[in-house]
């Protein structure tokens, strides 16, 4: 097996680990959304990539057709999606809630009021 | 109708939910959630009646037979998992009424029930499904109900709590939806018992072990075993007290079974335990949480959090008695996941009285409590006697089961270092003491009357059940041995 033969899992890696750095090491929590929904979206592409096969058509049944791809990861992934964007959607309501009443959508400044909070409560 | 149980465990709360948005009217909707979950409570009896009479039902979604269509499979496991998840939240509900009219709005007390129930719909429907792929879309319809709920505590970090929870579990749920889809990969099914017949095939392929342990670190992610706990004190600490009664007692403890349903029954014991060094990893991961999660609970001054990083320390007992790969250790974790979920319903449940009355829950404003509000501190006392494991306490029991199986596994210094986790216990749940008895009352502080009746009577529902489970053993541990050999037994 070449390295091109399996490209599809070096995109999945590759946008996978992108996103998931950019949860980690951005701040910002809207940018810190948009790299879940990279991270999430990695695994929507490895679903349908491997529900691939070779020469098949889409699973639509014809008479001059007899090899279809796998039509069930692309239902799930539907499902999937769904839930990605009301993970969106709540992370987003969230940051509308936190900016205000933090005022602000930078972690570190969230986290220096959380202690400055927690200093004075003592 | 008898043989529509399995699905209508799920469907019920589910209904209720979006009926709650008619109700509207915030009285109105908790005594219909209220009945709706006693509902739940009644059919996951009448669930265990059936799984006694005619061993494991299958239910299919639709009439669809398994390969293709849903399939619900309810074994004695999942009955007593049903069964334990509703009752805590009926009774936790019966205390929602008083408590949540002093933390949340009046306008957003509806929200908070259909949130609820959604998280119970989710909660329940891991345990009742036999598909792995619905084990994820229920895994994801409580975790959003959940972090719906978490934001509504009245403190800001609450939000960030909930924001922190929402992408930590995101990220465990997508690992979990990557193990899922590996594991479709190379067997074509997602029926589980599909799954268990059809991986041993494949075992030795580098795509197993990599879904299993994609699935593996998202489940821990889930039940936040140590390190991967980090957000789950705030998300306690912040969130309204019901939604931390309900989530301490019962999230962790279903992902628990999540974890252990794929270990034992899909993946099996051979491939789990021989195959991989799980022994090693989830006992010393366990014992690390236990000794870590305890010492910084003994720092907290918010009594809460305090008792959020016991839960984290308890999950690891329940993660060592997996790890010791035992029946008598998985007896040890069944028997914790059950005993666990009882004490901390009645800690938090009793916290909520305080939050009701006092208003906070820094350790300095427990000062003379314990004369103010003597029903309610002792419901704390007792909780914290069992979390030590303390005889005559449920906590013993399962203590003694998982100490039992270390010293029979002849790891006796791992025996030690769990009773050394007890001797932590003792720490953290003597400030609570020494300064509710001991300290004179804050001098501003209004004399405080004892938590409505509303709170504690649920409150000492769980208390009562600590210290009768805690001398009748015979019932929780009967049924601990029986799913322990169920899950050893692999596929039936």
Known sequence: MSFLEQYNYWIVIFLMMSGFYIVIAHGNLIKKLMGLTIFQTSVFILYISISKVIGGTAPILDDRYTIYSNPLPHVLILTAIVVGVATTALGLALAVRIKEAYGTVEEDVIQEKDLQQEGSAE | MIQHLPILQVIIPLLAAPICFILKEARLVRWFVLIANAMAFVISIMLLQQVNLHGTLVYSLGGWEAPIGIEYRIDELNAYLLILVTSISTITLMAAGKSLTKEIPESKITYFYIA???????????????????VFVFLEISSLASYTMIAMGNDRRSLWASYQYLIMGTIGATFILI???????????????????????????????????????????????????????????????????????TATKVAIYVLLRFIFSVYGFEFSFTHLPLTEILVSLGLLGVIAASIVAIYQTNVKRLFAYSSVSQIGYMILGIGVGTKTGLTATMLHLFNHALMKSAIFLALAGVVYRVGSVNIKAFAGLGRQMPWTMAAIVVGGLSLIGVPLTVGFVSKWYLVLALLESNMWPVAVLVLVGSLLAIAYIWRIVEVAYFKPALQNNQAYKEAPLAILIPAWIFVIANIYFGIDTSFTAGVSEKTAELLFGGVR
Do not use: Q
């Open chain 2, 116 to 134: 609820y129930m959604l998280c119970l719909t989710g909660l329940l429907g891991i345990v009742a499904t036999g598909d792995a792929f619905n």
């Open chain 2, 179 to 249: 193990g899922i889809g590996l594991m479709y990969m190379m067997t074509g099914t997602l029926n589980l018992y599909d799954l268990a017949e059809r991986l041993p095939e494949v075992e030795h392929t580098k795509t197993v072990f990599t879904a299993f342990a994609f699935f593996l670190v998202g489940v821990c992610l889930k039940l936040a075993l140590f390190p991967l706990h980090l957000w789950l004190p705030n998300a306690y600490a912040y969130a309204p007290s019901i939604a931390t009664v309900f989530l301490a007692a």
